[in-house]
């Protein structure tokens, strides 16, 4: 079993940069395909992004695109979310999640483990 820890969010102003980090304990996160996600009060939970247990793919959503990326710090069993560009769209928690489907997906039902979130506000 892997336990997830998100941390990084914050207040930041539009345009401004933010990087959520997802930390893990118990496994090695290199075993997992981790996703990000987030959810604004009051919506549903939206898939942000994921990069896969092997070959390290990454998939982004499109609202997203361009705008975040995703990478891996094995060495700090470590998963990251780099924010630039930051909309008042984007504010939401943000969870990550690890799942041990070989590639990225988008849904929330291919993952196993789930961090608590962190808090992501963006004024305008």
């Known amino acids: 079993q892997v336990q997830l820890v998100e941390s990084g969010g914050g207040l930041v102003q539009t345009g401004g940069s933010l990087r959520l980090s997802c930390a893990a304990s118990?496994?090695?996160?290199?075993?997992?395909?981790v996703g990000w996600f987030r959810q604004a009060p009051g919506k549903e939970r939206e898939f942000v992004g994921a990069?896969?247990?092997?070959?390290?793919?990454?998939y982004t959503a499109d609202s997203v695109k361009g705008r975040f990326t995703i990478s891996r710090d094995n060495g700090k069993n470590t998963v990251y979310l780099q924010m630039n560009s930051l909309k008042p769209d984007d504010t939401a928690m943000y969870y990550c999640?690890?799942?041990?489907?070989?590639?990225?997906?988008?849904?929330?039902?291919?993952?196993?483990?789930w961090g608590q979130g962190t808090q992501v506000t963006v004024s305008s």
């Open positions: 999640a690890a799942g041990q489907r070989f590639v990225p997906s988008a849904a929330s039902s291919n993952y196993d483990y």
């Open positions: 118990g496994r090695t996160l290199n075993s997992y395909t």
């Open positions: 990069i896969g247990r092997v070959g390290g793919s990454i």
